[in-house]
């Protein structure tokens, strides 16, 4: 019998079979209600020194020079935009294959998201990807590393630098995947993470925009305030009287002194986390490897992966339908999800697709996201596997 952050990893037993399978749960324990109990009797609640340290821990950890805690990467992608430049009349270029967010995020800004293909092996943009969808207006791209696969930062970022846009990277799903040997979040001017529950490690809601340039650090904490002058926190510092001036349009993006000291615990459980699911998507990966036309998520050859999703992608030699796949799997007990949705197959984006994008259609019409999180056992991941196969062989006959 092994042990691994509280849970008990054994064979099949009668708890894995009567239990649904989530597809994912975040590792949270004592250590977690500890740190949210002390600032809650502490009565700073808001954001303030917790706040700070989260900051400095996570940029310190990925290798930044600042981290700016928002209440979201949805908000942290917006300010990010903000501080680029970017505003109405413009253009980002995005894949439509990834949460919603990411295109509405520039949208908030008044700018138009272009969406260009991926990648069929990262599913990640590319810069041949991305250089089909330019346009005139084009003053930015959006880089996801989708499901925590890294996308090729410096083939990006070197076409950028001859097209005078700015390259932002979305790592919602990326905290302890690397490229090139370093940290996701330390290779470009702008990076932003999630710690939604579904991410690798979370503090409920929240988010963190990274960067290396002061002057973004600047006006990022700025916005993220209401635009004030002078924050909260620097006025109950100062301990005088403090008439704050608000210098633009600013947000309430703040996020709370209780998120961070949860994060600052999550923070210390992330090599174990990342490491305990590359061991779970090896064994997936292993399982699968005989079964023909099935493509499952892999490391790229310039980085690792902390498989913050494992999809599987069968091709058109199986005969179902991905909500009849999902609901099979449902039947026995395993709750699984759709592949990546595609924003441009959403109502909210109609008609704003100008050119095909083949593999995101595929990739959203067909693939599935298996169950993997940090305490699943052997038994459970077993009747996964078994599920799938039995699936799959079914529908190629």
């Known amino acids: 019998m092994k042990h691994t952050g509280g849970a008990t990893i054994t064979g099949l037993n009668a708890s894995d079979s009567a239990a649904l399978i989530p597809v994912m749960k975040p590792w949270l324990d004592e250590a977690e209600a500890q740190a949210a109990a002390e600032v809650v009797l502490s ?34 992608l917006h300010l990010a935009l903000l501080a680029a430049g970017v505003g109405p009349g413009d253009d980002v270029i995005v894949p439509s294959l990834s949460f919603i967010a990411t295109a509405n995020a520039v949208r ?17 943009l590319t810069p041949q990807t991305i250089e089909s969808a330019w346009t005139p207006r084009t003053v930015a791209v959006l880089l996801v590393h989708q499901a925590g696969t890294p996308a090729d930062v410096d083939a990006v970022a070197a076409l950028c630098a001859t097209r005078g846009a700015v390259l932002i990277e979305d790592a919602a799903c990326a905290i302890g ?61 100062l301990r005088r009287p403090v008439l704050e ?33 590359r061991e779970r998507a090896s064994r997936y990966i292993a399982a699968f490897a005989d079964m023909p036309g099935l493509q499952t998520v892999a490391d790229p050859p310039y980085g690792t992966t902390n498989f913050q999703s494992f999809w599987i992608l069968p091709d058109g030699r ?24 595609a924003a441009h197959r959403e109502p909210a984006y109609a008609g704003m697709a100008s050119r095909a994008l083949p593999v995101t259609d595929t990739v959203t019409t067909r693939s599935i996201i298996l169950p993997l999180f940090h305490a699943m056992t052997d038994g459970e991941q077993e009747r996964v596997i078994t599920a799938v196969r039995d699936v799959l062989r079914e529908a190629c006959r």
């Not at 700073?44 to 209440?71: D, T």
């Not at 908030?108 to 990640?124: H, I, K, S």
């Not at 210098?247 to 998120?259: A, I, K, P, S, W």
Request: charged content about 25%; glycine content about 10%.
């Open 108 to 124: 908030y800004c008044g700018a138009t998201p272009v969406f260009a293909d991926v990648d069929p092996g990262t599913l990640n």
């Open 318 to 341: 199986y005969h179902i339908s991905q909500e009849e796949f999902l609901s099979r799997l449902l039947d026995a007990g395993i709750s699984a999800r759709r592949g990546i949705m």
């Open 43 to 76: 009565g700073w609640v808001a954001q303030g020194p917790r706040v700070a340290e989260f900051e400095r821990a996570v940029a310190r950890r990925l290798g930044a020079e600042h981290g700016i805690a928002v209440s979201s990467c949805t908000t942290g």
């Open 177 to 237: 995947s690397t490229y090139r040997g370093r940290p996701i979040g330390a290779h470009s001017d702008l990076a932003v993470l999630s710690f939604h529950p579904r991410k690798i490690i979370t503090t409920g809601e929240g988010g963190m925009i990274l960067t290396s340039r002061e002057d973004f650090a600047v006006r990022l904490r700025r916005l993220r305030e209401h635009a004030m002058s002078v924050s909260a926190a620097q006025r109950h510092e």
């Open 245 to 277: 001036r608000y210098l633009e349009l600013g947000y309430n993006y703040r996020m709370t002194d209780v998120q961070a000291a949860i994060g600052l615990a999550q923070l210390e459980k992330l090599d174990a986390i990342v490491a305990r699911r």
